[in-house]
């Protein structure tokens, strides 16, 4: 059973802070890793997408990647309160053939930034 | 955004009772998922397609038949519905050929009476 574990929070960041959130996976053939924001009550919105080890930077965003670890993380710059959302991470195996495409999702983190 | 709509958006139906719940895209994408979301056990996957007539079962299929006759649509149905799968269901597609990533619904609210 392929297992992602986030810190369900809440995180509280001041507002122009950075919030850093952190996710483990447990299937070392993992391949792809996404952050997802999701709103309350809305639809998860797809932010960052990362596949090899090392930063990936996006305006405030950077993903950050440690295969030998096992370990993802999103770091958002300069927090506003329109960043106050659950933070998905989202892992899957698409480079190893599996050919199911499948993302196994952590439970989110709850962000909240306060102003 | 992967041009995608969840009809109906809210539905109440009672214990017993068919329901079939529809997921549309127009960007031709070959692979689709139905998730349901539920507080403490986050997005878990349900059924998905990797092409018409083409569908196989995810984690927590039980209780849950899925279809899809043509590229753009993929439906769910619970074919008896029970008060354990008053959930939010979120549909997703993804196309292998351009990225590895999965786009959302707006999701379909049920409650099973």
């Known amino acids: 059973q392929k297992e992602v574990e986030q810190n369900s929070g809440p995180l509280s960041v001041p507002e122009g802070a950075i919030a850093s959130l952190n996710c483990t996976y447990s299937?070392?053939?993992?391949?792809?890793f996404f952050w997802y924001r999701q709103y309350s009550g809305k639809s998860p919105e797809l932010i960052m997408s990362?596949?090899?080890?090392g930063d990936k930077e996006d305006g405030r965003f950077t993903a950050q990647l440690n295969k030998a670890s096992q370990y993802v993380s999103l770091l958002i710059r300069d927090s506003q309160p329109s960043d106050s959302a659950t933070y998905l991470c989202a892992v899957n195996d698409a480079y190893s053939g599996a050919g199911s495409y499948q993302l196994t999702f952590g439970k989110g983190t709850k962000l909240s930034v306060i102003p | 955004d992967a041009g995608i709509t969840q009809s109906p958006r809210h539905k109440v139906t009672e214990t017993g009772t068919p329901v079939t719940l529809r997921c549309h895209q127009t960007e031709n994408h070959r692979y689709m998922y139905w998730y349901r979301q539920d507080p403490g056990h986050g997005l878990r996957l349900i059924h998905y397609s990797y092409g018409v007539k083409d569908t196989d079962k995810g984690e927590v299929s039980d209780g849950y038949s899925v279809s899809r006759s043509k590229t753009e649509d993929f439906l769910l149905t619970l074919e008896s519905a029970t008060s354990s799968q008053t959930s939010v269901y979120f549909c997703?597609?993804?196309?292998?050929?351009?990225?590895?990533?999965?786009?959302f619904g707006p999701g379909t609210r049920l409650t099973v009476t």
């Open positions: 299937d070392r053939g993992s391949q792809s």
């Open positions: 990362i596949y090899s080890n």
């Open positions: 997703a597609t993804f196309e292998e050929a351009t990225s590895y990533e999965q786009y």
